[in-house]
C-alpha cells in the first residue's frame, strides 16, 4: 500500500496519456475522473485501469484524436458515436448534453455506441448532482455474469448508477453492479490471496467454485438477486446497447483482451432530470433533506453505526484524501508502475 | 383453487366497483388491470386487491368519482394529482401522458402524487411495450424493508418494472420488488401454512426470524442484495415521491391499514422511451429478436428448460388463462367472496 496526493496521482495519469497521443485537455478530463474514483476508494474502477486504456491507444483500439460527435437529436434526446475515444471523454460529454437538454425538457436520454469501458458510471451520476440535478448511467460489456438456469455468462456485470442532489447532506450516488459481485473484486481478492465466498461465482459447467482465479474465462459471476440482477442487466442492453447502436452481448469485445487494437463498441446510456422543473428546486431540497435526517435517526443493530445513504462513505473517503493522500492498494501500485514502464517514462517519486 | 374465466372474474370486480360509486368505464378499466395480471399468475396484485380497494372506496379513502388530471406540465414531463381516484385509474392516465410525450420528445417523464396502492407495475410497463414504446414504472409504499443494520423497516418494497417491444418474441416486462421478496409472497406463504426461508425477515431487534405471521407488524423484509436493493428503493422514493410531491416513507398511508378513510398519498413515477426515435423501430426490432433468439441458444443446466425472458412466462399463462380459464388459490377466492359480502352482492356462480 501507498499513499499518493490527488495531484500527483493526476500527474502521472496525465503524463501517459499526453504520451499515447491524447491531448492535453482530453488527458487532464480523463485522469480526473479515475482519480476522483480513487479518492472514493474505488480503486478497482480508478487510475488503476490507465495501463488497460494507454494499451490501447497505442495500438489504435482506442482512438487518442478521437471526439464524441452528435449523430442524431431532439429537444429530450441525443445518440452520440463516441469515435472510439476513451469511454470518459464520450461519456462526460454525453451526460453535459442529457444535463442541458434536462434544463429544458424535465428529462433527457443520451445514448452512445463506438465506446469503450467508460470507468465508475456513478462518476457520471455525482456530475449531475453536482449542478442540482439527477442522473441515471449504465453501460453493457462483455459477458461474465450467469443468468437463472445457464450454464455460462449471459450479460456483463453492466453496472447500473444513481444519483440526486443531496439537500442539506451529500449527493446521494448509488453505484452497482448487476452482477453479485463487481468482477474488480474477484480479481482483488485473487491478487489478494483470498477465497471466493460462496455464491458468487458458477463454473462453465453451472457448478459453484470458491476459486476465484477461474473468472473471467473459466467461470461466470452469479447475478445479483437471481431474476431481477438478470432482469436489470437486460434493461441496460436495451438502453445502452440497442438505444445506441453499439454491440451487444457478446458482440462487444472486451475492454481487456486481446485484439487490443480492435473496437470494443460499447454501448452507454445517460438520463438526467431536473428536480426544479418537477416540484422546484427547493421542494426538492427540502423533501430530501428530511427523508434523510429521518434515516439518520433510525435504531441500527448493536454496535453499527447510523444508516449510510449510497455515496455517503465514499463521499467522506474523498475529504480525506484531498486533505491528504489516497491510500492505494498494491495491485494498483503495481499497475501504475507498469503503466511507467510501458510508456518508457521514469517512475514518478509517489511510485517509487 | 378455483378456475374462472377472464370476462366472469372482470364482470364480477366491475359489478363490486360500481356498486362503490365508481363509473362504469372506471370500473372496467381497474377491473381490466387486475385481471390482466390474474392471467399472469401473479396472483397476489390481481383481483384478491378488490376487497381492499372497495373498502376504502366506501369510507372516502379512495375517491370513487376521482379525475386524475394534470397539475404542470412540459413538452417533456407532467405531475399529476390522481385526486385519490383508484391507483389503476390515475396509473394509467399516467403513463399514457408519458408515452404521448415520448413519442414526440423521445422520452418522458410523469410522476404521480395522491394516489394509493397501483396494483403491479409490470401493467403500466406493458401497456407501454404494446404501442412499440419502453416503459419504466414505480411506486413508492410504507416501510416494510430493513436497511442494512437498521433495526426497523426503513423504505417500502417499493416495485420497480420495466417494459420493452420484444421484436418477433414477446415483449420483456420485468417486474420487481426491491425485497429480497414481495410482502404478497409472505402472505401468501402464510396463508399457506409454509414456513419462511432463511434471509426474508428480520424482527424488530434486527434478528432473522422464519415466522411470516410476523410480518408485517412486527418484522420487516430483507432488501434485494443488501445496500443495492436499499439503494434502489432510495431511488424511487426520489423519483415517485419527491419528484411528485407524494408522501415520502412511513409518512406514506398503508393501503390495507386504519384509517382506510384517509387517503395514502403513495406517488409513482412513469418514464416512457421511443426506440423509434433513437434509432427506428426496424433496427430495434431487429436488435431485440437476435438478442433474444441468441439467449435461447444458449446452455442451460441439466434438465432445465431454454432460458427465460421476464415477463415470457407471464405471457404463456395468459394465453393458457384467456383460451381457458385462470386457476385462482384458496387466498383469492376467499378475499373474492368476502369482497361479494361485503358489497352485499350475491355470490357469482364462479365463487361458489
Redesign the interface.
Known sequence: MKKISAAELKAFAVQVFTGCGVSQEDAETTAEVLVTTDTWGVSTHGTKAVRGYAARLRVGGLNPKGRPKID?E????A?VDGDMSLGMITSIFAMKVAMAKAKV?????V?VHNSCHFGAAGYYTWMASQENL?GMAMSNDIPSVA??????A?FGSDPFA?G?PGGSHPA?N?D?STA?VAGGKIRLMVAEGKPIPDGWLLTK??KPTNDGTMYPYQASLLP??G??????A??I???A?????SQ???KIGGWLDEPLSKKTDHGHAF?A?D?K???GLD??NQ??S??VD??KK????EG??P????GEMEHHKRAAALQDTIPLGDDVIEYLQTAAKEASLPLPKCLQ
Open positions: 442524431r431532439g429537444p429530450g434526446w445518440v425538457n424535465g428529462i433527457a436520454m445514448t439527477i443468468a437463472p438456469g445457464s450454464k455460462g449471459i444513481f440526486a446521494m448509488l452497482m453479485v459447467e453451472g445479483m438477486g431474476y431481477k440482477g438478470y432482469g436489470i437486460m434493461m442492453e436495451v438502453l446497447g440497442m438505444l445506441s447502436g451487444v452481448r457478446d438520463i432530470i428536480p422543473v418537477f416540484v421542494a426538492y423533501a430530501m428530511t427523508m429521518s434515516i433510525e435504531p441500527v443493530v453499527a453505526k444508516l449510510l445513504i449510497p
